[in-house]
């Protein structure tokens, strides 16, 4: 999985840099946010790219990232959902429990 991570105001970004679809792998994810936990960052953000899909693979591990994030009370959000990952967020119930915003800049 292509990745950046970078700060924007108090939130470190995950920007994704690629699709995700059926057959993507971002259990990367987990270990990157391992690694914001343990240097004390507590707020953290997903970045997408466009037209990106979760699956019940990819979207079991954005669920472990909000649980690891919850447990050391910290905030996750999630940049640029569109349609498509919301409806997914919606069907597992968890829509309300995490913040989303269209743009970087909508973190600060």
């Known amino acids: 999985m292509l990745t950046e991570v970078y700060e924007i105001g108090t939130y470190h970004v995950i920007k ?3 699709i995700l679809h059926l057959t993507s792998n971002i259990d990367e994810l987990l270990s990157i946010i391992d690694n ?15 037209n ?10 954005i669920v472990r990232c909000w649980e690891k994030i ?10 640029n959902t569109n349609e ?4 997914f967020l919606a069907v597992i119930d968890i829509e309300f429990l995490i913040k989303k915003v269209s ?3 909508e973190l600060l």
């Open 36 to 50: 914001l936990l343990k240097k004390n960052v507590k707020n953290i953000a997903i970045s997408f790219q466009d």
């Open 16 to 18: 994704i840099n690629e």
């Open 70 to 79: 919850q447990d050391q009370n910290g905030n996750l959000a999630l940049i």
């Open 52 to 61: 990106s899909y979760l699956y019940s693979k990819t979207g079991s591990v």
């Open 103 to 105: 743009t970087e800049e």
């Open 84 to 87: 498509d990952i919301r409806d």
